[in-house]
Every structure is written in C-alpha cells, then in structure tokens.
C-alpha cells in the first residue's frame, strides 16, 4: 500500500504550483527587496515538498519554480534552502556543472544572512 502523500503527490504539486503562479522562475535570483509578499506557510510548504521529491520522485520542475517563488519573496533563508536542494537533485541526477551553480546560489544567500540567524531553521 503507498503512503496517502504519494497517492496525492501529484494533486498536492498541481495546487502548490497553482497558489504561486504566475511567478517568473529564476528572475530575482539576487534581488535584494522582494519584489511580492509570500506567506511563509506557503514557502515552508513549498520546500517541504521539493524535500519529498528530491527524495522520492527526482525532478527539478517543481524545485526550479520553487526556487523561483523563493527568489521574489526576497527571503535569503528559503532560496537557501531551496538552492540547496536544488543544487543536490542536480547532484543526483549526475548534472554537476548545474548542481555547482544551485550549491554556489545557496552559499551565496547563506551569506547575506544576518549573523544571529539561525541556518538551522528557517524562521531564524
């Protein structure tokens, strides 16, 4: 029997991607005033399911336009994030040219965070 998440997976990604378009992917990927206000539910939710991807169904769609939706938030902890995992799918899939470019992108906003944040969760 497949989990309930799986069986879902694919309405869950059609209503995420619905609830955050039109966002033009990978525009503001060093913005440095967000360019549209995103709840941050909305932004957990979104990484969350890039993770299950990554982990169970790999494929940068989803992550790409995440990471997209990240970038106009203008919040350097999820494109973190997000670069993150997208930079680690690229890894997976053998793309290493890509997957350094995604790791860079999230190296870079790790560093313009403010130093009393904490990485290790993404309301600091």
Not at 30 to 47: G, K
Not at 81 to 100: I, M, N, P
């Amino acid at each position: 029997m497949r989990p309930a998440l799986a069986l879902e997976a694919t309405n869950i990604e059609s209503l995420l991607l619905a609830m955050t378009s039109p966002v033009e992917p990978l525009v503001h990927l060093h913005t440095s005033a967000p360019s549209m206000i995103i709840d941050e539910d909305v932004l957990d939710t979104l990484m969350a399911f890039c993770w299950y991807q990554h982990d169970t169904k790999l494929s940068t769609d989803f992550t790409t336009h995440a990471l997209g939706v990240a970038c106009t938030s203008g919040n350097y902890r999820y494109i973190a994030e997000v670069a993150f995992c997208l930079g680690s799918s690229y890894t997976k899939l053998g793309d290493f040219e890509r997957a350094q470019k995604f790791l860079e992108e999230a190296h870079g906003s790790l560093k313009k965070l403010p130093r009393s944040t904490n990485i290790l969760s993404v309301h600091g």
